[in-house]
């Protein structure tokens, strides 16, 4: 190759390559900036006491005192699944939409909110409730860590997960118990199900919490897709990719780290306008997710449980911990809970 060609081909990669990383930029602070989503009154944001903030949040059908355990989200899809189909409806879908470390004193802002799914999913006929993380009811001292991979693993799985040995993040859980996502393939419940998360601590490092599910489902050949994306709005691309497919996924669990994401640089708060606006834009993406579900060409014949909730809350930067504020958690669904 001549060297003059060499020298285009290399300035043209360096251009495109340069181009991107800007433009990439650019359409990031376009679309998440934390003034997107500001409300009247969001840059005076009270800082309330989280104790009197959570006996005055709007929309919750319980009292923080009558919280479910955070695995009450296996039960639901459980029984979800093995309910006799309603009248007209001839399949079983539901789709959980994860907000990591999402607070739940962040109810406080969805009146001002310009897209709400926690809200769009009580109108739809569904409810939202008080749960709690960490193995035991707040204020009794907590036997699990307020940490990711127990919080998420305690639903997909139905029990406390430090009872299995996953006490916190990378420690690889056993193949058995199974979480939701291989057990209702197997068992015949669902054709197929998706994992879909940004952060590598779900199945992507050697000691990631179910790398040994996303080997035994490979090994096994049981429908189970465990798909990374590096960003929300790359799983939030992959969670609406299948649910254009006219044979999409019968179960989706997913985990969005907008708000997990934020509290740790900035700090877990409403107060903390940019955990606000991460708030808001975990809520943006939950509703074009929604949107998605109900735009199915085959939604009306399908049975479809919709979720959301969180897998504990923050306090200063970080979780992990036995406050009040990291323990309690929220579920909201497009059906009655209680
Ligand atoms: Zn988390």
């Not at 390559?17 to 009154?41: D, F, M, N, Q």
């Not at 639903?155 to 996502?181: D, S």
């Not at 009306?300 to 306090?315: A, V």
């Amino acid at each position: 190759m001549k060297k003059s060609v060499k020298i285009i081909i290399a300035v043209v990669a360096c251009v495109l390559v340069i181009g991107g990383v800007i433009g990439g930029y650019v359409g990031y602070e376009l679309t998440y900036h934390p003034s997107k989503w500001l409300a009247e009154g969001d840059d005076a944001i009270a800082d309330i006491p989280f104790e009197e903030a959570v006996e005055n949040l709007p929309l919750l059908a319980n009292t923080w005192q009558e919280a479910l355990p955070q695995t009450e989200i296996y039960n639901l899809i459980q029984n979800h699944f093995d309910a006799p189909l309603p009248e007209g409806k001839t399949e079983k879908k539901a789709i959980v939409i994860g907000y990591d470390g999402c607070r739940v004193d962040n109810f406080r802002l969805i009146e001002t909110s310009k897209r709400s799914a926690i809200k769009t999913l009580v109108d739809m006929g569904g409810q939202a409730v008080f749960s709690y993380a960490g193995g035991v009811m707040y204020p009794e001292e907590n036997i699990q860590a307020t940490s990711t991979a127990p919080g998420w693993c305690s639903m997909l799985i139905g029990r406390w997960a430090n009872e299995i040995g996953v006490t916190n993040n990378g420690q690889p859980k056993p193949v058995e118990p199974k979480t939701l996502l291989l057990s209702l393939v197997e068992e015949g419940k669902a054709e197929k199900s998706a994992f879909y998360v940004s952060w590598d601590g779900h199945f992507s490092k050697k000691d990631a919490t179910y790398i040994n599910e996303k080997h035994y489902a490979r090994d096994n050949g049981v429908n189970t897709v465990f798909r990374r994306a590096l960003f929300d709005p790359g799983t939030k691309f992959n969670i609406i990719s299948d649910l254009k497919k006219t044979d999409c996924s019968d179960f989706i669990f997913s985990t969005l780290e907008f708000t997990d994401h934020e509290g740790h640089s900035t700090g877990f708060t409403p107060a903390n306008i940019k955990y606000v606006s991460a708030f808001r834009n975990a809520e943006d993406a939950a509703m074009d997710i929604i949107e998605a579900v109900t735009a199915r060409k085959t939604y009306d014949t399908e049975d479809w449980l919709i979720l959301i909730t969180t897998d504990h809350g923050g306090y200063g930067g970080g979780h992990g911990g036995p406050t009040f504020e990291e323990r309690m958690t929220f579920i909201v669904s497009n059906k009655p809970i209680l």
